[in-house]
C-alpha cells in the first residue's frame, strides 16, 4: 500500500508539472518573423544641359506598391496621378500644374494596349504583331520582355539584365505613361538599367553605378557629338 502511494504522489507531480510547462509555453509568444522589404526609389534627381532635364520627382506607392503618385519640381511644376485595373495596367492618369491634361488608357483581351484618349479625345493605338511596334499618332513604340521600353521613335534601348533598375520592384505596367506623357522617363525609370542607346546609327556614352545590392545608384548620360552636353539622374529609395 505504501508502494501504491508512493507512486501515486509520483504520478501527480508529474501530471502537475507537465500542467505548469504546458501553460507555460501556450502563454509565450513566439517571436515575430521580420517582413522582408526591398528597395523602391521615393526620389529621382535630374541635372543636365538641357533645361528640362533639371527636375525633382517624388514619388509615392499605394498597398499594391504601384506609383500612385509622383510629383515634379524645377522647370515645371506639375503632379501625376495614376490609376490601375485588376491586371496591373494603368488605365488613368490625371496631371496638374503645367500642361494638365487627363489621360485613359484601353487594352485588349491579351493586355495589348489599344487606345489612348488625351482630354476626352480618343486617339487609337495600332499593334504591328510581326515588328512588336505600337503606333500612337507620330510615336512608335516596343516592349520587351520585362515590359522596359526597347524602341521609342527610332531611339533604341538595351539593359543590363545583371543589376536593378529603379523600378525593379514597382509593380504594374506603368510604360505606357513614359510613351504619351513624359518620355525623359523611358530613361531613368526602367526595371533594367538602361546600358545603351542608339539613335540614327550613333551611340551613346552611358555610365551607372550602383549600390552593394546592384541597385541603380546613378546613371550618366554623355552625347559623344557634343562633349559639353550631358544629363545625369540619382536615386534615392526607400525600403518598404
Not at 29 to 42: G, I, K, N, Q
Not at 109 to 134: A, E, F, R, W
Not at 160 to 186: E, I, W
Request: proline share 3%; aromatic share 14%.
Amino acid at each position: 500500500m505504501k508502494t501504491f502511494k508512493t507512486i501515486s504522489r509520483i504520478l501527480t507531480i508529474i501530471t502537475f508539472s507537465l500542467l505548469v510547462f504546458s501553460c507555460s509555453d501556450d502563454d509565450s509568444e513566439a517571436p515575430a518573423v521580420p517582413v522582408a522589404t526591398v528597395p523602391f526609389v521615393t526620389k529621382i534627381t535630374m541635372t543636365g544641359t538641357d533645361v528640362s532635364a533639371n527636375r525633382v520627382y517624388t514619388l509615392e506607392y499605394d498597398s499594391n506598391k504601384r506609383v500612385s503618385q509622383m510629383v515634379c519640381t524645377g522647370d515645371i511644376s506639375k503632379a501625376y496621378l495614376f490609376t490601375y485595373n485588376e491586371q496591373g495596367k494603368m488605365i488613368g492618369l490625371v496631371t496638374t500644374g503645367t500642361d494638365a491634361a487627363t489621360f485613359s488608357m484601353t487594352y485588349d483581351s491579351t493586355g495589348k494596349l489599344t487606345g489612348i484618349s488625351k482630354n476626352g479625345t480618343p486617339g487609337p493605338v495600332t499593334y504591328d504583331s510581326g515588328t512588336q511596334i505600337y503606333t500612337y499618332g507620330d510615336n512608335k513604340f516596343s516592349f520587351n520582355s520585362a515590359n522596359d521600353i526597347n524602341l521609342y521613335n527610332g531611339i533604341f534601348f538595351t539593359y543590363d539584365d545583371s543589376k536593378s533598375g529603379a523600378f525593379a520592384n514597382v509593380n504594374a505596367h506603368y510604360q505606357a505613361f513614359m510613351a504619351v506623357a513624359d518620355p525623359l522617363f523611358m530613361y531613368v525609370c526602367s526595371k533594367k538599367p538602361v546600358s545603351g542607346l542608339n539613335y540614327t546609327g550613333l551611340d551613346y556614352t552611358l555610365t551607372n553605378t550602383y549600390d552593394d545590392a546592384g541597385y541603380a545608384k546613378t546613371f550618366k548620360l554623355r552625347d559623344n557629338n557634343n562633349a559639353a552636353a550631358f544629363f545625369d539622374v540619382t536615386y534615392d529609395y526607400t525600403n518598404k
